[in-house]
């Protein structure tokens, strides 16, 4: 190796080592100094801080942007409303780029740099297995918007909460009946092959054949595939319906590569929502997704029979009839899942009530005031249904919905009861030392 | 589905794969032939070729074809203008020095990345193919347009290697991947042909691009899997060789198409990877390339 134009010579930048020095050492007083001056006086009415790890860029961006959307009009609801304990609350935003180890680093950042009371908003599996041990170490409670079964396995650590979505786990024993009642009784999956698609991928079968039916075959595909025609010689031909759960910007191909393979005549259809977050139903290429159903935990579209609570939320992150962005009608949200990041700000919202958080010191209590929750009414705070808690595995409990997609838009067609999901809890987190 | 069949389905499949990756690799592989410049950011260049597919189909709106069509003439030009700013602005300031220009590059991917990201955004878009046309075979069906794009790989490669042998824009070419500095003192403006390859290279990319695009989405992070499975071909087939290039090409794809769809896809890029480092070990210049002088 040469270095003829000198880009790696620091003596050509014109920096000595004491002026490097220098400059460090009034970063150093610069970042600290302001620290001091704000908060020593007044802690009761400095804003809480909550850090949201957010999926900015990498795979899960399109996510993001709607938990960011869907966490400033709560947290503006919030602070209109008196803040927290007579607090406001500030948001402090990091991205991890969906990316596991990232994850631990922004993790780590909250806790010691921002200082932020908790870390909140992730949604990638993969992203909160690897940050939850930096959050356990660092005893900062996580509260997650990811629907893994991962914190209800009991395989993370007390900090871990997930109590504003379902887990993959109960959404799949919930729906497993229907689909046995009324797509079919043989079943092919396909799945990503990872963390995710592996909860499906344990967790169906069982709920289909205490349902009846059975599942025939099971396809996992790599997260990063781009071309599906491929694994299609895979599913059986007496397969009645395709389960397919997919995430990633490859969806569209999937689906116009099954119309292709298939024709006229190929199995019954049922997906669950996540592959088409973000997407537009009626983009070109999904006209074969027609007639077909779907898992969806909040409906995008908005439903006849929706609540004054489901309206005024679906008013205040700003969607649409159709669950697109009411400033563009391109931009269509993540409205399955994000509904999750306001029930668990609100939960959030009571847990520092009920414990009376005034700060860090106070994490451990929160944890406990959170644990201690059972139940959460529908209503404002919760406009998706009602909800239960589970306090030992960390886990909120609810119902989903099936819905049809027919003429250009998802219409439900069956709510599942809370009790469909529930099942034997497999840990108890309470028994861990805070 | 019977042996024939499914054999039949996994060839297609590579074909297709083979299609984009030699016009891909053609366009690293001339850019690393003529101006020995590793271009790291060719991935990108492909990825930008698809996002403006989106972008001039979307704005023409109108039938899909006459939107695919605009696309197909106009995202290479832009894509091409982009790689020419580049190339006058960045690759001749550092002089076309080989370690200069790979970090030149990394940082070109990076930008070019995030420029997609934050004006296009982070979703998949699709873009309608010019033409929907299911061929329905007894045991599957499959997409015409699939087949429409390896036709249309294959002309291009054909007046690819016209360009190179029979024209005189190809034989200055050929003369300065010969002898850098012997075409310069018989009057060959080097400089300008410098800048002509590099655009070349990446209107090839991105005309691969367009051209995958309206059967695999414009996504601001699609770049990655191109430049990686070039710099395979490019490897394998020899640096600067048109013939290696679309040997190895052909090679990957359709291997990639038949391991993945008999064993799986990981196994395929373990093999592609063992073939790289086979060819490294035992035949350094490539199947197809000669050793560097």
New interface residues.
């Given amino acids: ?5 000198g ?1 790696f010579d620091l003596s050509k930048t014109g920096i000595s080592r004491r002026t490097a020095l220098k400059g460090l050492v009034a970063t150093g007083t610069g970042l600290v100094a302001p620290g001091f001056v704000r908060y020593s006086q007044a802690q009761s009415s400095a804003p809480i801080k909550i850090g949201f790890q957010c999926h900015r ?3 899960g ?2 996510y ?2 709607w938990y960011e959307k869907t966490t400033n009009a709560a947290i503006k609801l919030i602070n209109d409303t008196g803040g927290i304990n007579g607090r406001q609350v500030e948001v402090v935003i990091e991205d991890d780029g969906t990316d596991a180890g990232r994850g631990a680093e922004v993790v780590g950042k909250f806790a010691n740099q921002h200082k932020t009371d908790i870390v909140y908003g992730t949604l990638f599996s993969n992203v909160v297995i690897g940050s939850a041990p930096a959050a356990g170490e660092l005893k900062i409670p996580y509260y997650v918007v990811s629907e893994g079964y991962h914190v209800a396995s009991g395989k993370l650590n007390r900090y871990c909460l997930q109590p504003g979505i379902t887990d993959v786990r109960a959404q799949v024993t919930s729906v497993a009946p229907w689909i046995a009642a009324n797509a079919g009784k043989k079943v092919t999956m396909v799945f990503p092959d990872y963390a995710f698609g592996y909860d499906h991928r344990d967790y169906l079968p069982p709920a289909l054949k205490n349902a009846g039916a059975e599942v025939i075959a099971q396809i996992a595909i ?1 997260p ?4 599906f ?5 895979q599913i059986p ?1 007496e397969t009645d319906v395709i389960y397919h759960v997919m995430v990633g ?5 999937f689906v ?2 099954l ?5 006229s005549n190929g199995p019954k259809l049922f997906g669950f929502i996540d592959s088409l977050e ?2 537009d139903v009626n ?3 999904l006209e074969y997704l027609n007639g077909s159903h779907f898992w969806e935990g909040a409906p995008r579209y908005a439903q006849a029979d929706d609540s004054d609570a489901m309206k005024a939320y679906r008013a205040a992150v700003g969607i649409d009839d159709s669950g697109a962005s009411t400033s563009d009608a391109k931009d269509v949200s993540t409205a399955a899942h994000m509904f999750g990041c306001w029930e668990t700000l609100y939960v959030i919202k009571k847990a520092m009530e009920d414990s009376g958080y005034k700060g860090p010191e106070d994490r451990a209590k929160l944890i406990e005031a959170t644990e201690a929750m059972t139940e959460f009414a529908e209503g404002p705070e919760h406009p998706q249904g009602k909800k239960v808690f589970n306090g030992k595995i960390h886990q909120v409990f609810g119902s989903q919905n099936i819905s049809k997609l027919e003429g250009g838009k998802l219409t439900v067609v069956h709510k599942t009861s809370i009790e469909d999901g529930q099942y034997e809890p497999e840990a108890d987190y309470t028994t861990q030392a805070l | ?1 019977a042996f024939g069949p ?1 054999l039949l ?2 060839v297609l ?1 590579g074909l ?2 083979s299609a984009v990756l030699a016009l891909t690799a053609l366009g690293l592989s001339l850019v690393f032939g003529v101006m020995r410049v590793v271009n790291v950011a060719h991935g990108e260049l492909f990825m930008l070729g698809a996002v403006l597919a989106w972008a001039i189909a979307t704005s023409i709106g109108g039938s ?1 074809a006459v939107g695919f069509m605009a696309a197909l003439v106009l995202a290479p030009l832009i894509v091409g203008a982009v790689a020419l700013a580049a190339e006058r602005l960045v690759l001749r300031k ?2 076309y ?1 080989p ?2 220009t790979i ?1 030149a590059t990394i940082g070109l991917l990076y930008i070019i990345q995030q420029l997609a ?1 934050t004006f296009y ?4 878009r ?1 873009v ?1 193919p010019p033409f929907n046309m ?1 061929i ?1 075979l007894p045991w ?4 015409g347009y699939k087949l429409s794009i390896i036709a249309a790989s294959a002309l291009l490669l054909v007046v690819s290697w016209l360009v190179m042998t029979k024209t005189k824009a190809g034989l200055i070419m050929r003369a300065t991947q010969y002898d850098r500095e012997t075409a310069q003192a018989f009057g060959i403006p080097v400089d300008r042909v410098y800048a002509g390859v590099f655009a070349l290279g990446a209107m090839l990319a991105a005309i691969a691009a367009v051209l995958i695009v309206p ?3 414009a ?1 601001y ?2 770049g990655q ?1 191109p430049l990686l499975l070039s710099f395979i071909v490019v490897i394998i087939g020899g640096l600067g060789s048109l013939r290696g290039t679309v040997v190895a090409a052909v090679l990957i794809g359709v291997s990639d ?1 038949v391991i ?2 008999f064993f799986s ?2 196994l395929a890029k373990m093999i592609a990877t063992l073939l790289v480092a086979m060819v490294l070990v035992f035949r350094p210049q490539g199947l197809f390339g000669r050793a560097v002088r």
């Fill in positions: 190796m040469t270095d003829r134009q880009f860029t990498g795979i961006a399109a993001g942007r790599p990063t595939e781009s071309s025609t491929k694994y299609f010689p031909a910007p490859a969806v569209l191909t116009k590569e119309g292709e393979f298939y024709g973000a997407v983009s070109p290429g | 589905m499914h389905l996994a499949e297709v794969t899909p550092v002089n020095d370690e200069a970090v990201l955004g982070a979703d998949a699709p309608p299911r329905s599957f069906g499959y997409s059967i695999s989405q996504h992070l699609m899997d198409g993945s769809m896809p990981t």
